[in-house]
C-alpha cells in the first residue's frame, strides 16, 4: 500500500523489510538558512539572529525557584498535571482574557505546544483521506502534524471555509508569521464553518498575550465558540510570555469531551509534563506580573526594528501582535534574506510558512536589546 506520495502520507513500501519506512516529511526549513547563517555569522560586528523565534531573556527567578523546589521528584508525574495546575491555567485564562466557565478538568499539560501541534491528528485519528486545514501562512508543524497523520492538508486564505472532509481546523490568531489578528466576529465564522463540516477546531493561541495595536481574543471566549467549546480547543504555551521555551510548558483546554479524550490516549502514550515543569509552570501562570515585563521588553524591541525597517525601505505588513515582523522588501523572500545576511541580519524567508510568503520575510523580535540596535544602526546606517 503506498498512500498518497505527493502531499506526504505514509509511506509503507510492503514486502522489502530493508526498504526504508516512515513518514515523508517536509525538508525541515531551517537547514536551508545554513548559507545565510554563515553569511550573516562574517559580519564583523557579529550576526543578529532574528530568524528563530527563541527567547533570550532570563526565566525570572521566582519561576526558577518552583522548577528547584520540585526537583526531588522520583516518582512518576500525572499526565493530567496537578489540580493546582489545572486551576492555574483556568485563573490565568480569565484573569488574562475573560475567558470564564471552565472546568479545570479540561485543562492538559502538553511539553511544549509543538509537540502536541504534531501529533494533535494522530490523537484525534484523523486518518488518510481526511483533510486537515491550515492558515495560508503558517507555522510548518500544522502541515507536518497532518502528514504523520497520513491526512491532506488544504490552505485557507482569510475567510475560506474549510472543504468537506476537513477532519480538524487549525487557527491561529495572533499568526505566526504575519501577526494577523482576526476578531471575535472573524473567529466566530471559521468556528461556525468548522462546525458544519463536522471538524475539531484547534485554536494555537501561544501569542495572545502579545497584543500590540489591538486586544487578541481566545476562542473559548463566548462571543467565538459561543456558551458551550463543543468541538473547540485552545493551546496555549508558556514559551514566550514566561521565557520557558526550555521546560518546555504548554497546555490545552476547551470542550471537556474532547481533553478526556486526548488525556486517555496521552496517559497510554506517556506523553506526560515533569513535574519540577509542572511546579514552575503552576507559579508562572499565578503571576502576570513577569508576562507584562517581557511584554514592555518585546514592545520596545518591535519599535525599534519596525522604524529601522522601515528607513530600510521595508513595508511591514499586519504584525499587530505577537512576536514577529512581517516585512516585504518587494523582492522575493530569497533576495530579501540575503540582502539581511549581507549586513549580518537573518531573517526567515516567507516562503517557509507557505508559498503566499515569497514576496516577505518573518523578522523576530527575539534578540537582546543590544543586538536589536546592533541591527537598528546597520539598517540606517
Ligand atoms: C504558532 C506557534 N505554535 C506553536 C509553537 C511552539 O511553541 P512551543 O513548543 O515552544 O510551545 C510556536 C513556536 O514558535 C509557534 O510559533
Known amino acids: 500500500m503506498s498512500v498518497d506520495g505527493t502531499s506526504g502520507g505514509v509511506a509503507v513500501t510492503g514486502q522489502q523489510p530493508s526498504e526504508p519506512r516512515g513518514v515523508r516529511l517536509p525538508e525541515f526549513p531551517w537547514d536551508s538558512l545554513a548559507s545565510a547563517g554563515e553569511l550573516a555569522r562574517s559580519h564583523p560586528d557579529g550576526v543578529v539572529n532574528l530568524s528563530v523565534g ?9 519561576l526558577r525557584d518552583a522548577l528547584a523546589a520540585g526537583s526531588d521528584s522520583p516518582g512518576y508525574p500525572a499526565t493530567h498535571g496537578t489540580p493546582e495546575l489545572r486551576s492555574a491555567a483556568v485563573e490565568a485564562l480569565r484573569r488574562r482574557h475573560g475567558v470564564t466557565g471552565l472546568d479545570p478538568e479540561a485543562v492538559l499539560p502538553t511539553i511544549g505546544s509543538k509537540e502536541f501541534v504534531a501529533w494533535l491528528p494522530t490523537l484525534l485519528g484523523v486518518r488518510p ?18 502528514r504523520l497523520a497520513g491526512a491532506e492538508i488544504a490552505r485557507l486564505a482569510p475567510g475560506e471555509a474549510p472543504p468537506p472532509g476537513t477532519a480538524l481546523v487549525w487557527l491561529n490568531s495572533p499568526s505566526n508569521p504575519t501577526g494577523r489578528v482576526d476578531g471575535a466576529a472573524t473567529l466566530a465564522e471559521s468556528v461556525r464553518a468548522a462546525r458544519e463540516v463536522g471538524a475539531v477546531v484547534a485554536s494555537d493561541e501561544c501569542y495572545l498575550d502579545l497584543g500590540w495595536r489591538t486586544e487578541p481574543v481566545s476562542v473559548l471566549d463566548p462571543r467565538v465558540a459561543g456558551e458551550r467549546p463543543d468541538g473547540v480547543l485552545a493551546v496555549h504555551s ?12 504548554g497546555f490545552v483546554t476547551g470542550d471537556p469531551r474532547l481533553v478526556a479524550d486526548l488525556l486517555e490516549v496521552r496517559k497510554h502514550a506517556g506523553m506526560i509534563m515533569p513535574r519540577p515543569v509542572q ?12 508576562v507584562r515585563e ?12 519596525w522604524g529601522a525597517l522601515e528607513t530600510a525601505g521595508f513595508r511591514i505588513d499586519y504584525s499587530e501582535a505577537g512576536l514577529y515582523l512581517w516585512a516585504s522588501g518587494g523582492a522575493d523572500a530569497w533576495s530579501t534574506v540575503d540582502w539581511l545576511a549581507r549586513r549580518g541580519i537573518l531573517a526567515a524567508p516567507g516562503t517557509f510558512y507557505g508559498p503566499a510568503g515569497q514576496q516577505h520575510v518573518r523578522v523576530a523580535l527575539t534578540a537582546s536589546d543590544e543586538r536589536v540596535e546592533a541591527a537598528v544602526r546597520r539598517l540606517t546606517g
Open 54 to 62: 527563541t527567547p533570550v531573556d532570563p526565566v525570572p527567578p521566582p
Open 129 to 146: 483521506g481526511d483533510v486537515v486545514a491550515i492558515p495560508e501562512l503558517a507555522y510548518p508543524t500544522y502541515e507536518v502534524g497532518a
Open 238 to 249: 508558556l514559551s514566550k510570555t514566561s521565557n520557558f521555551a526550555g521546560y518546555r510548558a
Open 279 to 290: 511546579e514552575a509552570m503552576t507559579v508562572a501562570l499565578g503571576d502576570d506580573g513577569h
Open 294 to 305: 517581557q511584554y514592555e521588553r518585546y514592545r520596545a524591541r518591535r519599535e525599534r526594528l
